[in-house]
Every structure is written in C-alpha cells, then in structure tokens.
C-alpha cells in the first residue's frame, strides 16, 4: 500500500501546471496577432476578449466534449458491477474520490481519464475494451488511467483537448448544411478547415501534453494495481486492436486522441501531427522492467 502511495504521489508531483498555461497564452497571443492585422490596436482588445471567453468556455465544457466524441454515456453499477468493484478498489487504495464512469460503443479497445481535477475526473472505456481485456488486464488499465487522475495530467490534457476542440470547430461546420447537395463541395471544405486548423490544435495539445506523462501513468498505475505485467499485456491487446480498428480522424476526434491510453488513429496525414503517445514497444518494455523481468 504504501508503495502504491508513493508512486501516485511522485505522478502527482511530476504534473506539470506549465503546460496548460503555455496553451492559453498561445491561443491569446494568436487571436490578439489576428486582431491587430484586422482593425489595429481595438482589434487586438475585441480578440483578446474573445480569447478569454473562449478558453473560459473550453475550461467549462472540456470533459463534457470528450465524451460526447466518443459518444459516451454514463454506466451504471447494475451494467457493469465488476468495473464498478475494481474502480472503487483502486481509488481507495490511491485515496481518490471515485470518479464517474462512462461506456463509449467503440469497437476499438480503448480508455481515457477526463476532468479538471480529481473530484471531477471521469473515466470511459470502449466497449471494446471490455470485450478483450480480462480482469487483472483492466484493472491494470484503470490504474493508469487514475494515475493520470492523480498525476493532474488529466487538467492538462483536457483543456487542450477543448482548446482543440475550439480550433477546430469551423471545419465541422460544413457538416451542418444539410442534405449537402451532390457535387457541394462541402467535404473537400472542412478538409481544407482541417488542413489550416489541424496543425494550430496539434501545437496547442503538444504544448500541454508530453510522451513522459504516458511513462509515469503507466509507472504509477502498475503500481496501484499490483501488476505491471498485466497493464503490459493490456498495451500488446490494445495496440493491436488499435490498429485493427483505427477510428476516423476527423475534427472532434483528433482534438481528444491525445487522452486515450494509446492512440486511436493511424499515424498517416494529419493525424501524425495529434500523435502524444510514445511507442508501445517501449512502453511495454518498462513495464516489463518494472516487473523484475530483463532483455
């Protein structure tokens, strides 16, 4: 137990609060360039003040986005008991308030953390994720994903996935025109918004979010649940059913890839760019490490 406190503790103080900050200043720096060049120095202060509510709206609505992307919905203890037991195993042994869970319909197996803190956290799995893994394999994986919880990554990484989601909200609005008529043109529309905007979001996400946060939540959540070697067959089920099953990177789901325990695309176009996630292999490597074993 008290090893399991140490490690979420060490996650806890790795968090970095930088990340966050550096986004939003970004994201106020470029709407305040964008006024100047269109009505001089008033134009700076209306952008501004667009900036500012805009991160105030994302900050507000982050996790509620996420999970709408993925079309999650809250479960409850009567569908899904045996989640239910082993999150609250783990949250009282990581003395953290149980976080809500939610079940997205996904094939692809795959998890993620979501919230501003730990008393508003919230956890999805995939429905596939259910299907493959077996108990100690999951309880490995809502091990990381509460090692996120506790770390604070989950603040950083959800307000860049809404400030994501903020950026890149004009190229789904094509979508609204509907029935688009034949020959419209509205699809190559919102791949062009993408194309402009896409990378503006990566910059945002890559700026909050960094490959080492995946090691220490993979670290710590090992820990939490006992057993590295079950949260690394865990990785080898869900980077081959990742890339068996790869989701369509479109503009809300590129803004949350970077949340999920690996990531849910394939690494072509524009979603090379949203990629966070260090290489499974590796991954797998140091949790194996963990566990006594050598290569």
């Known amino acids: 137990m008290a090893v399991r406190g140490y490690a979420l503790?060490?996650?806890?103080?790795a968090g970095a609060a930088a990340g966050p900050v550096t986004s939003v200043l970004l994201l106020v720096a470029g709407c305040a360039l964008l006024g100047v060049a269109a009505a001089g120095g008033g134009g700076a202060v209306v952008a501004i003040v667009i900036a500012v509510v805009l991160v105030a709206v994302a900050f507000a609505a982050c996790d509620r986005w996420a999970l709408s992307a993925m079309l999650?919905?809250?479960?409850?203890?009567?569908?899904?008991?045996?989640?239910?037991?082993?999150?609250r195993e783990l949250s009282k042994d990581g003395r953290l308030p149980v976080p809500r869970l939610y079940l997205s319909p996904a094939?692809?197996?795959?998890?993620?953390?979501?919230?501003?803190?730990?008393?508003?956290?919230?956890?999805?799995?995939?429905?596939?994720?259910?299907?493959?893994?077996?108990?100690?394999?999951?309880?490995?994986?809502?091990?990381?994903?509460?090692a996120h919880v506790s770390g604070r990554d989950v603040l950083a990484s959800s307000l860049s996935a809404g400030l994501a989601t903020v950026i890149t909200f004009p190229a789904g609005l094509p979508r609204l025109a509907r029935p688009a008529p034949a020959g419209s043109g509205l699809g190559g529309l919102e791949t062009?918004?993408?194309?402009?905007?896409?990378?503006?979001?990566?910059?945002?996400?890559?700026?909050?979010?960094?490959?080492?946060?995946?090691?220490?939540?993979?670290?710590?959540?090992?820990?939490?649940?006992?057993?590295?070697?079950?949260?690394?067959?865990?990785?080898?089920?869900?980077?081959?059913?990742?890339?068996?099953?790869?989701?369509?990177?479109?503009?809300?789901?590129?803004?949350?890839?970077?949340?999920m325990i690996a990531c849910p695309f394939r690494?072509?176009?524009?979603?090379?760019?949203?990629?966070?996630?260090?290489?499974?292999?590796?991954?797998?490597?140091?949790?194996?490490?963990?566990?006594?074993?050598?290569?």
């Open 72 to 87: 999650a919905r809250p479960v409850s203890e009567v569908e899904h008991p045996a989640l239910y037991r082993l999150v």
């Open 192 to 259: 062009l918004l993408m194309v402009l905007l896409g990378p503006v979001a990566a910059v945002v996400i890559r700026l909050a979010v960094s490959r080492e946060r995946e090691y220490r939540a993979d670290a710590a959540g090992a820990l939490l649940a006992g057993d590295p070697v079950a949260l690394a067959s865990a990785l080898r089920k869900i980077d081959a059913g990742t890339a068996e099953l790869a989701l369509a990177p479109d503009g809300r789901r590129v803004s949350v890839g970077h949340l």
């Open 267 to 295: 690494l072509e176009g524009l979603a090379r760019l949203f990629n966070t996630h260090p290489p499974a292999g590796e991954r797998i490597r140091r949790l194996e490490a963990l566990a006594g074993y050598r290569r």
């Open 9 to 13: 503790r060490a996650a806890e103080l």
């Open 107 to 146: 094939e692809q197996p795959n998890a993620f953390g979501v919230g501003r803190g730990p008393r508003t956290a919230a956890i999805c799995c995939t429905e596939g994720l259910l299907r493959v893994l077996d108990e100690a394999e999951l309880r490995g994986v809502l091990g990381h994903e509460l």
